[in-house]
């Protein structure tokens, strides 16, 4: 077995497509999410489902060739590993000046093109959240960047890793400590289904821009 390829589909891809597993001491399954964990490791897909399949099948006995010990609820385990690691990047990138916190200054970051991503509160509004959005299009419409939008943690969760209170609205600016956070925020969105705001934002630029071409 190709040390990549996953133990679900048996279709081989990159690490950061994947999430590792290894056989720890008491011969329970053990999430590798930093990939760095010593020994013989085996990959699964990473996203909710296949983890869930892996289990369901008794896969990972299969895969170590051994009676291994799957965790009741691995997929939710995995779920909160890289919920807190995705967090604890946040708090560097507050750290190293890389936020914009609140409606007027995320949105001000996103106009300027200065956003990597933005970040909505579970508790955001629909209306907060739209005028974000309507800037995210009106970047695009004016050749700036597509700035994704998450909204994976809760106004508590955000609150905490930023060290503010009650915040609802967050945008990463550009620069290393930007980049570092937005991948761990990809890996938990991908590892839950994707974005549905984001997929919305993307359909109505594409919208506006077939119409924009009928009228010429």
Known sequence: MNDRTCIVTRRQAEPDELIRFVVGPDSGVVPDIKKNLPGRGCWVTADRLHIDKAAAKNLFARAFKAQVTVPTDLGGMVDGLLSRYALGMLGLARKAGAIALGATKVESAVRGGLALFVLHATEASDDGVR??????????????????????????????????????????????????????????DRYRGGSPDDLAMLAAVADEDDAAEDVE
């Not at 419409?141 to 503010?164: D, N, Q, T, V």
């Open 131 to 188: 005028k974000i959005s309507q800037a995210r299009r009106a970047t695009v419409h004016l050749g700036g960047p597509a700035i994704p939008a998450y909204k994976l943690f809760s106004k508590a969760e955000l609150s905490l890793a930023l060290g503010g209170t009650n915040v609802i609205h967050a945008a990463v600016l550009a620069g290393d400590a930007g980049r570092a956070v937005q991948k761990r925020m990809v890996a938990l």
